[in-house]
């Protein structure tokens, strides 16, 4: 069982540990101002890619969460920090108009770029548009992915998401993108290096067996699964992935890590 003798830093899954269709999961204010009080640092992650982090933001004030910008974290975040690593650090950006602002303080170039960066456009992944992001790639942009999904569903019903994109682009220049949303370890080693903090003194919350538990617990993270949100018993148990706790909501994190709540 995690104790918090271990813990520095707690990294919270937004959308389903938190808050579920915008409405707040009972018992998640008071968990992080308890956390909070004993020293704990508390930053809130998701992997949502068609809005930006301001907005985001903005979500968790109306829910009464006391949290600074710079600690909310999603995968544009990871990738303009991991692009200001390069040497050249120039980016051809092919994302959502409202999702650009994460990118503020990089050159933009679409002509010579160190890096492509390929986000949630939809249906404006055109034949031209992919075309251009061959090219770029094909003569040495680094190539990331905010994530690499198949498929996602909107009131129509299933459409393609950005995962078959990527795929495409990879196939055509014999390169790995390099995936910056969760599971993937970049996103998790670009937490623990954004707050220069060791796996073993982190621990995850999430509601997803696979993208937060098992992507976090690939880099040494430690993990507590939620029971709300995209939680399925049945999912859980053929998965085989063994978090370090479960619990039933995020109300019950602090016993969980033998805090007394107040």
């Not at 930053?43 to 903005?58: A, C």
């Not at 009464?64 to 040497?87: H, M, T, W």
């Not at 495409?168 to 937490?191: N, Q, W």
Request: charged residues 25%; proline residues 5%; aromatic residues 8%.
């Amino acid at each position: 069982m995690t104790t918090i003798r271990d813990i520095d830093q707690i990294f919270l899954d937004i959308d389903g540990v938190l808050m579920l269709s915008d409405l707040p999961i009972p018992g998640g204010t008071a968990t992080v101002k308890r956390l909070r009080s004993l020293g704990i640092k508390v930053s809130f992650v998701t992997n949502t890619t068609r809005k930006p982090r301001q907005l985001i933001h903005e979500d968790l004030l109306r829910l009464g969460f006391n949290v600074d910008l710079e600690d909310v974290v999603c995968p544009a975040i990871i990738a303009r920090e991991r692009i200001l690593q390069l040497k050249r650090p120039t980016v051809a950006l092919y994302v959502n108009d409202e999702v650009m602002q994460d990118f503020e303080g990089l050159k933009l170039n679409r002509r010579r770029a160190g890096a492509v960066v390929m986000g949630d456009l939809g249906s404006e992944f055109s034949p031209e548009i992919l075309d251009e992001i061959f090219k770029l790639a094909f003569s040495g942009s680094e190539l990331f992915a905010l994530h690499k999904n198949r498929f996602w569903r909107d009131p129509s019903g299933l459409r393609l998401d950005l995962g078959p994109y990527v795929a495409a682009i990879e196939y055509a220049t014999g390169k790995a993108a390099e995936i910056v949303g969760k599971p993937s370890p970049g996103f998790f080693r670009g937490l623990l290096q954004r707050y220069k903090i060791r796996a073993e003194n982190t621990l995850m919350v999430g509601d997803d067996i696979e993208a937060d538990i098992q992507g976090a617990k690939r880099v040494g993270i430690k993990t507590v699964l939620v029971k709300t949100g995209k939680y399925d018993f049945d999912f859980v148990k053929r998965s085989g992935i063994k978090p370090d706790a479960i619990v039933p909501s995020i109300a019950d994190l602090c016993p969980a890590l033998g805090i007394e709540t107040k």
